[in-house]
């Protein structure tokens, strides 16, 4: 049986992730697994988005600008939003909101 178009793509992200943290690219590894998360996230695969798109966080939290972790915390957020995990959801989005406002005052 032949996998699905988005099945493809979903193994072509996952590849690219491993040749990212294998070659030491922290930027490309947290952003095919922002990719990734988002991918699941359009799904409805939540559980598996937020497995993800905490693989983001960590790394651009550990290896990249602050300024990365703005679209994550948003995504992790809405994630959180979509799940009913409203506690959670709102610690991502504040963190979101006072970051921008951090970055609009510079």
Not at 24 to 48: C, P, S, T
Request: with cysteine; proline share 3%; aromatic share 14%.
């Amino acid at each position: 049986m032949p996998i699905s178009k988005e099945e493809q793509e979903m193994q072509t992200a996952k590849r690219a992730f491993v040749n990212a943290r294998e070659v030491g690219n922290h930027q490309e590894e947290a952003r095919w697994a922002n990719l990734i998360g988002d991918m699941y996230k359009n799904r409805g695969e939540y559980v598996k988005a937020l497995k993800w798109l905490r693989i983001d966080y960590e790394i651009s939290n550990k290896y990249l600008p602050e300024k990365q972790l703005l679209p994550t915390c948003q995504s992790i957020g809405d994630v959180y939003l979509r799940l009913h995990d409203f506690k959670h959801a709102l610690v991502y989005q504040v963190r979101f909101l006072n970051w921008i406002t951090f970055f609009l005052r510079k």
